[in-house]
């Protein structure tokens, strides 16, 4: 990729988005575009901002058959400067790793990220024009695409097993950035912790999972295993918020801004346990972990027992419980309600936090 300058790093504001600087963003990848016009679109806040943007080319634009609409993704949100390294991070996964695997998600038309800010820019494909539909929280999926869904995090898994090419990346080192980005203070602190038990969710909590200190010690705990013991590449935050499914069943994951060096049990139960109801977990969990490590020994990745898997599942499950305790900063308490009562029953369940005591 051609040296750029910070200059591409996004406008200080959605308004100041221009054709000028799309043209200077998109130019770098595909020589002697210019972008004639743009229109800001629908505008989706969260941990980053999501900017639709329409756009006209001139000749050159056409001939490289750039789409009419993309996504800007940036940092507008109030709490942007504490997230620079969650961003930087999805930025460096499309640089570095997007294109060596066939895992479905999207073009990456631009991304940059500059050593000396640490801020990142990233332009991606509009999922819409290939019809995708959008995960919700709200919207529990199916055993049968959470199997669909597990098919997808094997490929992703197995893809670099092991490999000391991951080792190469420095940005997915150090327990990758949910550790280094310091999420146990961010979710339980005592203030957040607080809040968030009194808003609607807290009534889905269970007593359990109420002692805060506890919480955190154990959620540091884990993210240092999986720091110690990373195997393969992970996406680090696969709920159904960020995943599309296309008009053929196939699923796929947005957001790759967690990205990490790290333990495959982590995405796996992290995924079962939000992604399903109660009712639905229960009944097929067992089933889709193994179904999991078939997928798993059928890409050649021979070493993960049942008995030992499970633990781990047990075991890491626990993360989950980040959501119901997230601030409502970084997503809607509807979609927060829904995890609460997702996690706290499978936490209990599956006795998540004892099992962090078992051999």
């Known amino acids: ?33 210019e972008v004639t016009s743009v229109t ?23 001939r490289h058959r750039l789409p009419p609409t993309m996504w800007l993704k940036a940092g507008y949100e109030p ?73 997808l995090l ?16 420095g940005w997915l080192n150090g327990g990758g950035v949910l550790l280094e980005s310091g999420v146990p203070d961010m979710v339980y602190n005592q203030s957040n912790f607080d809040r968030m038990l009194n808003l609607p969710r807290g ?65 796996v139960a992290y995924a079962i346990t939000v992604s399903l109801s109660v009712a639905d977990r229960r009944h097929a969990e067992r089933d889709l972990i193994d179904h999991y490590l078939t997928r798993m020994w059928e890409k050649g990745v021979t070493e993960l027992s049942f008995d030992a898997a499970w633990l781990d599942y047990r075991r890491h499950a626990f993360y989950a419980l980040c959501y119901a305790y997230c601030p409502p900063e970084l997503q809607v308490e509807e979609v927060c309600i829904a995890n609460a009562e997702r996690v706290s029953a499978a936490l209990l369940d599956l006795r998540s936090i004892e099992a962090w005591g078992e051999p």
Not at 126 to 143: E, K, V, W
Not at 158 to 167: G, K, M, N, S, V
Not at 227 to 249: E, I
């Open 203 to 267: 009534a889905f909590i269970a007593p359990e999972l109420r002692d805060r200190e506890k919480l955190k010690a154990l959620l540091i705990r884990l993210l240092e295993h999986d720091r110690d013991h990373a195997l393969c590449l992970v996406h680090g935050d696969p709920h159904l918020g960020n995943s599309f499914w296309l008009p053929d069943g196939s699923p796929g994951f947005l957001d790759w801004q967690t990205a990490m060096h790290g333990y495959w049990a982590h995405d």
């Open 1 to 33: 990729m051609p040296d750029v300058s910070a200059a591409l790093l996004p406008p200080e504001s959605i308004d100041a988005i221009s054709a000028k600087w799309m043209t200077a963003a998109l130019s770098t990848n595909f020589p002697g575009t």
């Open 154 to 169: 094997s490929t992703l898994h197995a893809r670099y097993w092991r490999d000391p090419f991951l080792d190469t990346l």
């Open 40 to 62: 800001v679109g629908t505008v989706i806040h969260g941990t980053a901002t999501k900017v639709r943007l329409l756009l006209t080319y001139n000749d050159e634009g056409h």
């Open 79 to 151: 709490h942007a400067e504490q997230q620079m390294a969650v961003y930087a991070g999805e930025t460096c996964f499309y640089r570095d790793l997007a294109r060596t695997m066939e895992i479905g998600c999207p073009i990456a038309y631009f991304s940059y990220t500059d050593s000396a800010t640490a801020g990142s820019t990233l332009i991606l494909e509009d999922l819409m024009a290939r019809n995708a539909t959008f995960g919700n929280a709200t919207r529990p999926i199916s055993p049968t695409q959470a199997a669909a869904m597990l098919d």
